[in-house]
């Protein structure tokens, strides 16, 4: 079983929809858990971080954590074109970071 | 904001030669590096650890001999492929922690495509 699992998509929403992305993991000592933007041959880029159960929002963009189930979720409202990327999450435990395997996201005009 | 660059951003050597990637923070201090690699639609893999001045710490699986890690400076990293093979064609990635930031904080580079012909 993989430490952090994501489905791999491609999830393809029309421009305006909302974006829904999960992960599960399966280690409990992680401590803190982000969502990354990477578009296409370059480096993530980080959006949000947390680190206790509950919701952070930041902009379009709302992180929910459920430690309790071991699952995450990155929640993209008004989606724009220009969201279309792959999103990672990953957590961070042991001193390292952990993703997962990425999903491909294309927002649609 | 923290800016990392990676250089080259792709190269193309051929089987048996080997080929530096360079590591470097732009505007902050980096004690600590990580270097991953990425596979075409797949996640980031960490492949190691490196502390300025010290041995990288490499994960599980990764030869070390094959890829050398220096961190000599505050903000320079450099990822050296030794005797390169195709099947080590690859994005790698680095990133690197700011002096003082929290642990789980780390900025990441554009990567650099290697293909091994």
């Known amino acids: 079983q993989k430490e952090v699992e994501q489905d791999p998509g491609p999830l393809s929403v029309p421009e305006g929809a909302i974006v829904s992305l999960n992960c599960t993991y399966s280690?409990?000592?992680?401590?803190?858990f982000m969502w990354y933007r990477q578009y296409s041959r370059k480096g993530p880029e980080l959006l949000m971080y947390?680190?206790?159960?509950g919701n952070k929002e930041d902009g379009r963009f709302t992180a929910q954590v459920d430690k309790s189930s071991k699952y995450i979720s990155l929640f993209i409202r008004d989606s724009q074109p220009s969201d279309s990327a792959t999103y990672l999450c990953?957590?961070?435990?042991?001193?390292?970071?952990?993703f997962g395997g990425g999903t491909r996201v294309l927002v649609k005009p | 904001g923290a800016v990392v660059s990676q250089h080259p951003s792709r190269v193309i050597c051929k089987s048996g030669t080997s080929v530096k990637i360079e590591c470097r923070s732009l505007?902050?201090?980096?004690?600590?590096m990580f270097w991953y690699r990425q596979f075409p639609k797949k996640s980031l893999m960490l492949m190691a650890t490196?502390?300025?001045?010290?041995?990288?710490?490499?994960e599980q699986g990764v030869e070390k001999d094959k890829f050398l890690i220096n961190h000599a400076s505050l903000t320079l990293s450099t990822l050296t492929v030794t005797s390169a093979h195709p099947e080590d064609s690859s994005f790698y990635i680095c990133?690197?922690?700011?002096?003082?930031?929290?642990?789980?904080?780390?900025?990441f580079g554009p990567g650099t495509r290697l293909t091994v012909t």
């Open positions: 990133s690197a922690r700011d002096l003082g930031t929290r642990a789980y904080e780390q900025y």
């Open positions: 280690n409990s000592a992680f401590q803190y």
């Open positions: 947390t680190y206790s159960s």
């Open positions: 990953a957590i961070f435990g042991g001193n390292k970071l952990t």
């Open positions: 505007d902050f201090q980096a004690t600590t």
């Open positions: 490196s502390n300025e001045g010290s041995k990288a710490t490499y």
